[in-house]
């Protein structure tokens, strides 16, 4: 099995839930309203985002191109709640802030740069015609447990079990192929995480 362990900025998932109901959990609307649940896969004007939000955190796995010469973003970690439809990723180098409004996912650096793009990336735009939403997959392992989407993920202490059901989402930064970013839960007691995918059956997907 690949390592999933991609060289890029480190953030920690802050995960509460302790156990996970066997039943399906309620997949994300149709984008609307002042602010709304982003979780699903996003194309945008420099490339696509996957968005997944639990617990007051927004995991995001992000890349694209921008600029004349075509420069390369590409990064995975966790923002955190800074208020309605407001979450922050924060580095050494900077803070992206990610925000929805009306059916639109905005990033934007709005300190320092965005590490994991560098200088001079001009933010992006996702609208909801670009939204696909997570897909349903079933845990077909005894057991798989969440790790952290960071440079170097480690086991969140929290798991599933065989015949729960996740929501779940394609990563899009490079060295990622063989886990999905994935949410167990529902309402407020939601975790979200890398899950390995063949711990899981996602059909089709």
Same mark, same amino acid.
């Given at each position: 099995?690949?390592?999933?362990?991609?060289?890029?900025?480190?953030?920690?998932?802050?995960?509460?839930?302790?156990?996970?109901?066997?039943?399906?959990?309620?997949?994300?609307?149709?984008?609307?309203?002042?602010?709304?649940?982003?979780?699903?896969?996003?194309?945008?004007?420099? &490339?696509?985002? /996957?968005?997944?939000? *639990?617990? $007051? @955190?927004? =995991? %995001?796995?992000?890349? #694209?191109?921008?600029?004349?010469? !075509?420069?390369?973003?590409?990064?995975?970690?966790?923002?955190?709640?800074?208020?309605? &439809?407001?979450? /922050?990723?924060?580095? *050494?180098? $900077? @803070?992206? =802030? %990610?925000?929805?409004? #009306?059916?639109?996912?905005?990033? !934007?650096?709005?300190?320092?740069?965005?590490?994991?793009?560098?200088?001079?990336?001009? &933010?992006?735009?996702?609208?909801?015609?670009?939204?696909?939403?997570?897909?349903?997959?079933?845990?077909?392992?005894?057991?798989?447990?969440?790790?952290?989407?960071?440079?170097?993920?480690?086991?969140?202490?929290?798991?599933?079990?065989?015949?729960?059901?996740?929501?779940?989402?394609?990563?899009?930064?490079?060295?990622?192929?063989?886990?999905?970013?994935?949410?167990?839960?529902?309402?407020?007691?939601?975790?979200?995480?890398?899950?390995?995918?063949?711990?899981?059956?996602?059909?089709?997907?």
């Amino acid at each position: 099995m690949q390592d999933p362990r991609p060289s890029l900025p480190a953030a920690l998932l802050a995960a509460s839930l302790a156990a996970f109901p066997a039943a399906v959990p309620a997949a994300a609307g149709p984008p609307g309203g002042p602010a709304f649940d982003p979780s699903g896969v996003w194309t945008g004007r420099h &490339g696509p985002l /996957a968005i997944m939000v *639990a617990g $007051g @955190t927004l =995991t %995001f796995s992000y890349t #694209g191109a921008f600029g004349p010469d !075509a420069r390369m973003c590409d990064g995975i970690g966790v923002a955190r709640s800074t208020g309605e &439809g407001s979450w /922050a990723y924060a580095d *050494a180098e $900077g @803070t992206v =802030t %990610f925000t929805t409004r #009306g059916g639109t996912v905005t990033m !934007a650096a709005t300190k320092g740069i965005a590490s994991f793009c560098g200088a001079g990336w001009p &933010g992006d735009t996702f609208r909801k015609d670009g939204w696909k939403p997570p897909f349903g997959c079933t845990v077909v392992a005894p057991k798989a447990s969440f790790l952290t989407a960071s440079a170097s993920p480690d086991e969140t202490g929290e798991s599933v079990s065989k015949g729960d059901v996740v929501e779940a989402v394609g990563l899009v930064n490079e060295g990622t192929p063989g886990w999905l970013l994935a949410r167990a839960g529902k309402d407020g007691r939601r975790t979200a995480g890398l899950l390995e995918r063949d711990a899981l059956d996602c059909g089709d997907e």
